[in-house]
C-alpha cells in the first residue's frame, strides 16, 4: 500500500485513530458482547460521559458521522411540519447533500458572522415568524442547530450561548449544537465552554469522535432522558444503528479515560498557530482568522496551482474568477516534520 | 472491562474483526488518505471485488451496515412512487424499523417457502399487478429483493436464482440480493451460487462485512457501472458516507485478499453442523433444518429458561403461549471450547 | 358533451353533486369570503358537524379526497417511527399508491374478516409485538384503521368497535375511521353506530362527502381538540389547503342543514337491495353479501364480457383464471329506471 | 349566510367562479362519467389546452390547487438527490409549509430582481456548484422554478425567458414555470409571452384556475409526452387525484372554449390599473409598481388600523417596525362599484 506522498492538511479526518483507541479495539476484539451498543463498554463509555457533562441521566448514543448523527437528531426532535434554523454557512444547510431535507424538515437559513449565529439574528427570525399573520403558510421554526467550532474555525463565548439558550426559551424551540470538531474548541485557550455548560445550555449536541481522534463515531448527548422516547427506533429507521456498537463504545471509552478527549485537540491548536503566524508574517491573504484548527487562505490560482502540486489541502470556495479559498486542518496527530515541511513551502 | 461469562451464540456480529483485518488496520492506521472512500487502498479493496466477481466495471460501495446499505440500495434505485416485492420474513420486511418507509417506498410483501421467495410467487404477483385493471391506484412494483442465505438460513439454487432472473427481465423489474452472511453460504457444500453468478444474475447485491469478519462493513455491488450515476451524493444524503472511508476499504482489501472471504465461512459452518448433529441425535424440536450457520430450535419456555441462564441465544418468535423459537448462530471465530461446552448443556 | 351511454353502476362516484349542495354552491358563489376555511360559512359547518357529533370542541377540516384525508391525519398523528395497522383489504393498504408510504409511514397489514378487523387480531399484532424482544427494531404500532363501511360494504357493530377501542386504550394506540361512504351505513337499518357514537369511540374519523353526495370532499372530526395543534400547516405541507376553502364548508354546510346527510344513503341502500334481491334469486355467485350499497358478483369471463358491453361496473379481482369479481354500487341518486335496465339485464 | 360586509381585496380568490365556469358544473351534473380524470369531458379539455398551446401531445393534468401542483411536479420531475433552484421570494420557497421538502427535495434560494430570476443568477448558481470540488456532497441542482406572473406581480419578457430556457439547457437542468395567475399576465399589455411560447420554453407549466375563473383547479401542462411515465401514480401517491376527475375538466373545458380563458384576466387588469393610478397621484408609497393585478402598498401602521376597518387586504410583510406592506389584489369579477368605494377610501 503506497502512503500518500504529497503533505496532508486537507482535513482532520485523513489518518485512522489515536493510538489508545486503536489499542483498546484490539484488546477487545476477541470479546462476544450484546449487539447494538447493549454492551456493558457502552454502557461504561455512556457513563463516563454522562459523567463528564454533569447530567448522570442524560442519553448518550454512539452514532457513525456527523452527518447521519445530525439527520437522526433533527428529524427525532422536530415535528413533521417544522424546521430547523441554521446559519447559510452551516453544515446542515450547505454539505449533507440534503439530508435533513430526506426526512421532510426545511433547513431555515439565517446570515451569520463568521459562521456563529447571533442570539438577535435568530430572535427576529422567530419574531418575524410569529409576526406574520399568514406563518401557519410557512415552515414552522423547531430548533436552533448551531456549531462549536463553527465551520469557519469560529468559537461561542459562553455568554453568547447563553443569550441564545434564552431566545430558545422565549419562543420554545429546541437548541442544538453539532460538535464535530469539539475537540479542538475544548483545547483551545479562547474557549470558554465546558462540556458541563454545553450540557446545561443545549437539549441536544454531539460530541465528535471522526475528527478528533477516534477511528470514526460521534457521541449523541440529550441531556434531558424523557425527551425522545424511542431514540433507539429512529436510529435504526435511519439505517444508523451499528449492529457490533461496542466498537463505538470502546473508542469513547478510551476518549473519555483520563479526559484523553479534553487534551486530544492541543497538538492540532499548537500547530495550527504555528501555521497561522507563518502566514501572517509572510502577508498571506487571511479571508479569516480563527482561533481553532482550521486555516483559510486566499490564493491566486496560478499560486495555488503550484502549492497543490506538494500539498493536499480543502477546496472552500472559489473567491473570484482568479482566487480560490482554501482550507488547512491540523489534527490531533499532526507531526512537528509535518509543520517543518509546510512552512518550507510558504 | 468484564468478559461476557456466558456462552454466546446469540448472532455472528458478537465479537470484532477477523485478526487479519484488525491487523491491516493497524499497520495503516497513521497513513494519511483521501477521505470518502476516494483513497488508493479503498480503491484496491474495489479493484478485487471486481475481479472476484468478473465484471471490471462494477460500481462497488463500501457502506456501514446492512438496514443502511438495502436502504441506500433501494431507495437509489426505484422511481420515487415505486416499491419492493419481499418474502414476509425479509430483512427489510421486518427488522429494520421502516427504513425503506422513511424513503417513501413500500415493502410489497409476498408468501415464502422457508425464507425463499419462489419465482412462481414473484411471477404471480406481477401478472396480477399487471392484471388489476386500477394497478396505477397502487404501488407499481419495480425490484425483488432476495437474501442469500435467507433470513431462515436456506440457499437459493443457481437454477432457481435463473428463474426469478427471469421472472424480473419478462416484468422489468430489477433484483437486489442480501448478502449479509454471504460468507457462510459461500463456505457451504451445498451451495452451487459463486459471487461471479451474483454479479451475473442480480442488479445489485451486497457482500456481507460485518457478520462474516469486518468490524463492520457491507460492499454494496452494482455489476452495471451506469445504472445510478450519482450513487455517492445518494449515500451522503443517506447519513451513510464515511468520512474516514479507507476504514472501509482497508477491511475489505483484506477479505478478498488470498481469497479469505471465500474461506472465513468454513468454521461456522462446520461448528453448526456439529451443534445440528447433536440436537437431531437427542431429538430437540427443530422447526427448519438448514445448511448454514443459523439453527433454530423450539423451546418449551420453562426448559428455555434454565437454558438461558447459560448461554446467550436469538429470540426468533413466540411460537405458541408455551413455546418459542430460538437461534443459535456460529460464526468465523466459534470455537472448539464454545462448542464443546454448548454440546454439554444440550 | 355525449353523456355515458351504458348503464353505470362502477362506483359511488359517477356523478356530480346532490342538487341542494350544487344550489348552495350557486348561491354563494358571488360572495366574497376568507380564504383556507377561515370564513364564516365553513365554520357554520364545522358547528353544525360538531353538534351532529355531540363533541363541541371537536376540531374539524374539510379536505379534498379520502386518500388525501388519510395520508395527512395518518401523518400527523404518527411519529416518525410509528406505522398504522391495518386490514390488509384496508383503502390505505392496497388502493392509495403507497400515499402513507410517502410520509415515511409502514402499512402493518393483519388478517381481516371480510373487510373488518377483529378487536382480537388486533390484540395479538399488538400483543406479539411487545412481546417480541426485538420489538425495537421493528415499526412500532401507533394507531388503527378501519373503514366504516369496510370495503367490502361491511358494518361494525357498536360492540364491536368498542371491543376495538378498549384494545387501542390498553396499548395506548390511537383508533381511526375512514367514512368514505358513512352516509351508506348510517342509512343501513343493520347499522347501530350513530356520529355520536364514532365522536365517542375514535380519535379521529372521517364524514365522507365526495361518494355521499358532495362535488367532492371530507370532513375530518378530531374529537379532543387539543390532539394535534398544528394540523392547519401540515394540510397545507401536504398540499392539501384549498385557497378557497369555502366551497368546501359550503358543501358540508347544505350536507349538515335538516339532517340531509342522514338521509342521503338511503335511496343508495333500498336500490342495492332490489339488485340483490334479483341476484340472489337468479342464483348469482355472489362472493359476499353485505347490507351497504356495494354488490359483489363472480362472473365467468366471458360472460361478464357481454355484461360489459351493456353496464359500467367496477373491477375488484380475478377470482382464477376463468372468472372475475365485480363490483356494482348505486348512490344517492341511483333512478328507478337504472335499476329497471340493470334488473332487465340480469 | 351573511355576506362580507367591508370591501374585499385580499386577494384573487374570494369569491367562487366565474359564472360560464358555475353553469357548466351544473349543466353536467347528473351526467354519470368515469371517475379520475378519464371522463370525455375531460379529455375533451386537455385537447383545448393542448390546442392553445399548440403542443398536440402534452401531457396535461389537472390538480386542485397550486401548492399541491408544484409539490407534484417538483417531486415527479426530480431524481430523489437533486433539489430546485427558485428565488428567496418564490411561492414554493417561503409559502407553502415545506411542500417540497416534505418529499425531500430541498428549494434550493437564489436572489431575485423583483421578484424575477435572471438567467444570470441561474448561470452563476449552477456554474459555482459545478465548480466547487466537492460539489457531490451538495444538493445537485435539477430544476429551475419561476412563477409568470411573480410573487411580485412583475412579468417575464419573453427574451428574458429564453435566456433562462438556453442556461436550462446548457447545465441539463429542467424549466419549471408556476402560472397561478398566468391569466392575469395572459390579459396584460405589457405580455409578450404566449401559452404557446411556455409550451415551447417550460419542461412542465401549469395554467392557473383557482384564482382565475374556476372554483378551484389548476392544469399541469408538460409538453412532452414521456418526459414522466407514471404521473397518474405520483398524483395518487401524493393524494391529489380527484375522484370526480371530471369537475375539474369541466372547468378547464369552459376556461378553454371560446378564448375565455385569454380574456378572463382583462378586467382585473383595468381594475388594477385604476387602483394604481389614484395611488401615485395621492403620493402613496408604493414599493414596487407592477402590471397585474397586485398592488403593493407600504402603510405607517395607524394609518393601516383606519384602513383595516373597512378594507381586508392581504398581509404582504413588516417593513419596519412602524410600516407594513399590504397587498391589494383584483380579480376577474371585481366590479366598478368596488373599485369606486375603494377610491373613495383612498
Avoid at 178 to 200: K, M
Avoid at 280 to 286: A, C, E, G, P, T
Amino acid at each position: 500500500m503506497k502512503t500518500n506522498e504529497k503533505l496532508c492538511f486537507a482535513s482532520d479526518y485523513m489518518k485512522g485513530a489515536h493510538p489508545a483507541v486503536l489499542k483498546a479495539l484490539t484488546e477487545t476484539n476477541l470479546i462476544k458482547t450484546k449487539g447494538y451498543g447493549l454492551d456493558s463498554i457502552s454502557e461504561q463509555a455512556r457513563e463516563k460521559i454522562r459523567k463528564a457533562c454533569g447530567k448522570h441521566e442524560a442519553q448518550v448514543f454512539f452514532l457513525v458521522g456527523g452527518t447521519q448523527t445530525n439527520a437522526v437528531l433533527i428529524d427525532a426532535f422536530l415535528e413533521s411540519y417544522q424546521g430547523v434554523i441554521a446559519s447559510e454557512s452551516g453544515h446542515i444547510s450547505s454539505h449533507e447533500a440534503g439530508a435533513i431535507e430526506a426526512s421532510g424538515h426545511k433547513v431555515l437559513c439565517v446570515p451569520h458572522e463568521s459562521g456563529k449565529l447571533q442570539a438577535e439574528t435568530i430572535r427576529r427570525y422567530l419574531k418575524d415568524f410569529y409576526d406574520d399573520e399568514n406563518h401557519e403558510h410557512i415552515v414552522a421554526p423547531g430548533m436552533v442547530y448551531i456549531s462549536h467550532p463553527s465551520e469557519y474555525g469560529t468559537l461561542y463565548k459562553k455568554e453568547e450561548l447563553k443569550e441564545i439558550r434564552a431566545v430558545c426559551d422565549e419562543y420554545k424551540v429546541d437548541l442544538y449544537l453539532d460538535g464535530a470538531r469539539l475537540a479542538y474548541a475544548l483545547a483551545c485557550p479562547e474557549n470558554d465552554l465546558t462540556l458541563r455548560d454545553l450540557a446545561e445550555l443545549c437539549d441536544a449536541f454531539y460530541i465528535g469522535g471522526t475528527k478528533c481522534g477516534a477511528l470514526f463515531g460521534e457521541a449523541l448527548v440529550i441531556p434531558d432522558p424523557k425527551r425522545v422516547p424511542h431514540l433507539f427506533s429512529i436510529i435504526k429507521q435511519h439505517g444508523a444503528l451499528v449492529a457490533k456498537g461496542r466498537v463505538l463504545g470502546v473508542q469513547f471509552d478510551t476518549l473519555f479515560s483520563d479526559d484523553l478527549y479534553l487534551r486530544i485537540g492541543e497538538n492540532a491548536i499548537k500547530k495550527a498557530a504555528q501555521i497561522r503566524d507563518v502566514l501572517i508574517k509572510k502577508d498571506y491573504r487571511l479571508p479569516i482568522v480563527t482561533p481553532t484548527n482550521q486555516i483559510f487562505i486566499t490564493f491566486a490560482n496560478d499560486q495555488l496551482k503550484s502549492f497543490a502540486e506538494k500539498v493536499d489541502y480543502g477546496f472552500w470556495e472559489k473567491y473570484d474568477e482568479d482566487h480560490t479559498v482554501i482550507r488547512l486542518a491540523t489534527d490531533w496527530g499532526t507531526t512537528d516534520e509535518e509543520i517543518r515541511k509546510l512552512i518550507d513551502l510558504l
